[in-house]
């Protein structure tokens, strides 16, 4: 739609903006050299996120579509999902940075773990998820009452004195879930272009606050983007195999950008 539209090229002038502007501080307090290699990192992680963040906007359009989820609910889930989103961000960025700084060697498990989710996307790349024999909702569905019916935006209500979960507490658990499993190949990712802390949390927030209007301009276009997963699965192992062939790290680069 054209409303999602705007928002998406309103993220993503922020974006530009934000790089814009820390290019001209870092440039007034560290140098020009620092200033462009700064950007550059943050430019390449936000863009490394939003090319995964597109895949994911399927896999967000395959359970909204099994679960029958309204419109008018499919944006409140969606608001929810960037929120928990972010705070997932950010633990797993603090964890990773402290981790690369502390072990180097991970550096390089990070790097095999993105070839072999390459290698897997690759594999399955032409595979569609079967939402009903999803771990997760098959553990929900045997282990609690939900009901059959929405109550708007009620996660449970109570029938007849009985606790019951609504389809809309099940939907919001697959959506994190699912993003939890993306933020698994994403970040890594970014930690390839740089583990500086401040520049990996930007790049992946202003990718992450495009993510819900990038749904509804993009969710009735999947035929369109039917190789979408063979080029990210070649994305992913090329930066796998870029990381495995570093040379050893020192140090982490943890400058405060």
Same mark, same amino acid.
């Given at each position: 739609?054209?409303?999602?539209?705007c928002w998406v090229l309103a993220w993503t002038a922020l974006a530009l903006l934000f790089g814009v502007l820390?290019?001209?501080? %870092?440039? *007034?307090?560290?140098?020009? *050299?620092?200033?462009?290699?700064?950007? %550059?990192?943050?430019?390449?992680?936000?863009?490394? #996120?939003?090319?995964?963040? +597109?895949?994911?906007?399927?896999?967000?359009?395959?359970?909204?579509?099994?679960?029958?989820? =309204?419109? #008018?609910?499919?944006? $409140?889930?969606?608001?929810?999902? +960037?929120?928990?989103?972010?705070? /997932? $961000?950010?633990?797993? &960025?603090?964890?990773?940075?402290?981790?690369?700084?502390?072990?180097?060697?991970?550096?390089?498990?990070?790097?095999?773990?993105?070839?072999?989710?390459?290698?897997?996307?690759?594999?399955?790349?032409?595979? #569609? =998820?079967? &939402?009903?024999?999803?771990?997760?909702?098959?553990? %929900?569905?045997?282990? /609690?009452?939900?009901t059959k019916e929405y109550h708007g935006e009620s996660f449970f209500v109570r029938i007849g004195g009985l606790?019951?979960?609504?389809?809309?507490?099940? +939907? %919001?658990?697959?959506? #994190?879930?699912?993003?939890?499993?993306?933020? +698994?190949?994403?970040? =890594?990712?970014?930690?390839?272009?740089?583990?500086?802390?401040?520049?990996?949390?930007?790049?992946?927030?202003?990718?992450?606050?495009?993510?819900?209007?990038?749904?509804? @301009?993009?969710?009735?276009? $999947?035929?369109?983007?039917?190789?979408?997963?063979?080029? @990210?699965?070649?994305?992913?192992?090329? &930066?796998?195999?870029? /990381?495995? *062939?570093?040379? =050893?790290?020192?140090? *982490?680069?943890?400058?405060?950008?």
């Amino acid at each position: 739609s054209r409303k999602a539209l705007c928002w998406v090229l309103a993220w993503t002038a922020l974006a530009l903006l934000f790089g814009v502007l820390l290019w001209w501080f %870092l440039d *007034a307090t560290l140098g020009r *050299a620092v200033a462009h290699r700064k950007v %550059l990192e943050f430019f390449t992680g936000y863009l490394i #996120e939003l090319s995964l963040s +597109v895949d994911n906007m399927f896999v967000f359009s395959l359970i909204f579509g099994y679960f029958a989820v =309204p419109l #008018e609910l499919q944006r $409140r889930v969606l608001l929810y999902g +960037v929120l928990g989103a972010i705070v /997932m $961000r950010v633990s797993m &960025i603090l964890a990773g940075v402290w981790l690369l700084s502390q072990f180097s060697w991970l550096f390089y498990a990070l790097g095999g773990l993105l070839v072999v989710t390459g290698g897997r996307m690759l594999a399955k790349a032409d595979y #569609e =998820p079967d &939402i009903a024999r999803n771990p997760l909702v098959r553990f %929900l569905r045997s282990s /609690m009452r939900i009901t059959k019916e929405y109550h708007g935006e009620s996660f449970f209500v109570r029938i007849g004195g009985l606790p019951y979960a609504t389809p809309m507490f099940v +939907v %919001l658990l697959m959506i #994190e879930a699912s993003d939890a499993v993306f933020a +698994v190949d994403s970040i =890594p990712a970014i930690f390839a272009v740089t583990t500086d802390p401040f520049l990996v949390f930007t790049s992946n927030i202003f990718a992450i606050m495009g993510l819900r209007a990038m749904y509804f @301009l993009l969710a009735d276009m $999947r035929e369109r983007f039917r190789y979408l997963k063979h080029g @990210l699965a070649a994305v992913l192992i090329i &930066i796998g195999g870029k /990381m495995l *062939a570093a040379p =050893p790290r020192k140090k *982490a680069d943890n400058g405060h950008g």
